[in-house]
C-alpha cells in the first residue's frame, strides 16, 4: 500500500508544473486525497484536498492558480503562474475511515526560480 507522487522539478517563476499522485495496493475508492507542502524549517501546509463526493478546498495561496483533478486514487496538481515561494517538497497524503488509511507519500521537490 502506498501513495506514489510524481512531476516535480524546477521552473521560472511564471511557469507551470502538474504533479501526480496514484495510490497501488488499495481497492476501494480513498475518501479524501490532498497535496501537501513543506519549506525546510516550517511546518508542512495544506495545499488542496479533494474528496470522494467532489468537493474541493484549496488554500488561500493555491485557489486562482492551483487545480487539484481527481479520478479514483489518482490525483493531479496543475500548478499555474508558479512563484519563488511556492518552493518547497510536496506530498500527497490519503485519508480514509472504515477502512482506515492514514498515508503519505514521498515528497516530490518543486523548485520554482526569480
Known amino acids: 500500500v502506498q501513495l506514489q507522487a510524481s512531476g516535480g522539478g524546477s521552473v521560472q517563476a511564471g511557469g507551470t508544473l502538474r504533479l501526480s499522485c496514484s495510490a497501488s495496493?488499495?481497492?476501494?475508492?480513498?475518501?479524501?486525497m490532498e497535496w501537501h507542502r513543506q519549506v525546510p524549517g516550517k511546518e508542512r501546509e495544506l495545499v488542496a484536498r479533494a474528496i470522494r463526493s467532489n468537493l474541493r478546498n484549496y488554500a488561500d495561496f493555491a485557489r486562482g492558480r492551483f487545480t487539484i483533478s481527481r479520478l479514483r486514487n489518482t490525483i493531479h496538481l496543475q500548478m499555474n503562474s508558479l512563484e519563488p515561494e511556492d518552493t518547497a517538497v510536496y506530498y500527497c497524503?490519503?485519508?480514509?475511515?472504515?477502512?482506515?488509511?492514514?498515508?503519505w507519500g514521498q515528497g516530490t521537490l518543486v523548485t520554482v526560480s526569480s
Open positions: 497524503y490519503g485519508k480514509n475511515s472504515r477502512p482506515d488509511l492514514d498515508l
Open positions: 495496493g488499495i481497492a476501494y475508492s480513498i475518501n479524501t
